[in-house]
């Protein structure tokens, strides 16, 4: 039997949006789903109804074989019945308690040895030993996320769901931990739903991802998918960028790294802890487009390619174009009459070695 | 000479009540700030109303609710086999009434002030309301529920007009320290008065004092161990 999640909620608001979400998909062990959206798109709202601290209206959640909601029959699960492990944006971590009282919190209905040996499990697997005294007070922000993410697994639960993982983190720290997290989510082989506003750790830690905007879910797929083929312009707006296609560096010299895509050898400022297989992630409004045999440019990478499609958005346009890998770019509607840009049309893609983003992924 | 016998049953009502209050008052204050129904104002209200009643109204409602002419006078009588004004059990009733403000509003802010999401966590990690309750939220209000009990005792310490109406002035069982002065300035006998006055000045004096010390956390800065 197939396992999925199946949502389909309706919620109202005084003063916002209404949301009206339904996303299904299949789920396995280790399955990541990524709500992504910015904020006040309402993805916290739909992290929180799944949790059951939030009642939509009308609806139904159902979760592997379990119906969690569903109003027309009159079923309300109480969070306390989910076995859902759940992290809020800021941990919400008990101060009263230490450490290990966060983690022992939700083991209550275990003997006092086996709280302990679950405990004691824990610890050692989010890295926690010589913490189990300290108060939540006492932590740095870092440990303050293991502590809270212990908390919710030590439990066993069926799904996990984290708001803003890592948004309440320093910039440094993030991108440590979120590579860190993603080890950590598959070692758990536990089903997650992820909400965040930062696309980078939607491509990173996403298997699935749903792309959320003004309460509506409005593609759902993989991240790669979402990213590079956005089913309509409001879907490349929210995400923000266009380009994502997958790379390998090869080299690097002067803080500048050289990567390849498809045969085709880009360059991109040195970033921290991308390895060699990377994600490359242009943003179509940092790539500037020329007609064929160039002046010298600051930009580090020329890219020759012919256009394939020229979409019209209001006083923009967004121009595809294939240069051995697919490539978006955004120009104005005067460009696109000045140089009679349509499809066929040889140009070079001109792209400044800082607006390609490496991140990294796992190989494949 | 300081009446003694008055102190003692001061502090046994004093004491009791904030007893009382501290197991009636948590689940009305823990109603008061967390129900969302739309007419919870009006239930606020009857709890605030002891504040501002002059006691003699009060104690005079109380006195007709417990009488032998009301259902419940009548009922508890034919149950105990006397009647409920002039009893320390009566005044025990109206200073609880009399106070129930006092503990129930330190609790409820208390509770107010506890971050909604702490609770929501405790209850996504299978945690029942009940066990949130005395497992998180009774500890982090911890301060306020001192204080609740503090001020009710302080409070029922120097009652005077309810006791006067629903206790009377019965030596050991309804007489208070504050009827006691009352009687002894009235007998021209303001040496005893003074005595039996500063002693309640310096008690209440040393209730407040605990009060704030808790609220302000004047220990958090010594050095632990």
Known sequence: MAAEIDINIVKTFPSRATIRARIRYPVEASTVLILFGPSGSGKTTILRSIAGLEWPEEGTIQFVSRAWLDTASGIRVAPQDRHIGYMPQDYALFPTHTVAGNIAYGLGQLSSHDRRKRVDEVLDLFQLRGLEVAKPRELSGGQQQRVALARAVAPRPLLLLLDEPLSALDAPTRLHLRDELRNLLKQLALPSIIVTHDWTEALTLGDVMAVISAGNVLQVGTPIEVFSRPQNADVAHVVGVETVVKGRVVGSANGMLRVTVNGITLTAVEAESAGPEVFVCIRAEDVVLERGGTAASSARNHLSGTVTTVTALGALARVKIDCGFPLVALVTRSAVEEFGLGPGLPVVAAIKAGAVHLVSRQGD | ?225
């Open chain 2, 1 to 225: 000479m300081m009446n003694w016998i008055a102190i003692w049953v001061t502090f046994k009502l004093a004491g009791l009540t904030a007893l009382v209050l501290l197991v009636v008052g948590l689940p009305i204050a823990y109603w008061v700030s967390f129900s969302r129904w739309r007419w919870k104002f009006l239930i606020e209200s009857v709890v605030a109303l002891p504040l501002v009643l002059p006691p003699t109204v009060l104690g005079f409602y109380i006195l007709v609710a417990i009488g032998p002419h009301s259902p419940f006078g009548r009922f508890y009588s034919e149950l105990i086999g006397h009647p409920l004004p002039f009893t320390f059990e009566g005044l025990l009733l109206a200073s609880i009434l009399y106070s129930l403000p006092f503990a129930v509003q330190p609790f409820a802010a208390a509770f107010e002030q506890v971050d909604r999401r702490l609770i929501e966590a405790s209850w996504t990690l299978g945690v029942s309301k009940l066990s949130t309750f005395f497992k998180l939220i009774v500890p982090l209000s911890k301060a306020g529920l001192v204080t609740g009990a503090v001020l009710s005792f302080a409070h029922t310490m120097g009652e005077f007009g309810v006791v006067l109406m629903v206790g009377g002035n019965i030596e050991g069982s309804t007489r208070t320290v504050s009827i006691d002065i009352y009687d002894e300035v009235q007998a021209l006998n303001y040496a005893g008065a003074a005595k039996t006055a500063l002693f309640l000045l310096v008690v209440s004096y040393l209730v407040l004092l605990a009060v704030y010390a808790v609220n302000r956390n004047v220990w958090a800065a010594w050095p632990q161990k």
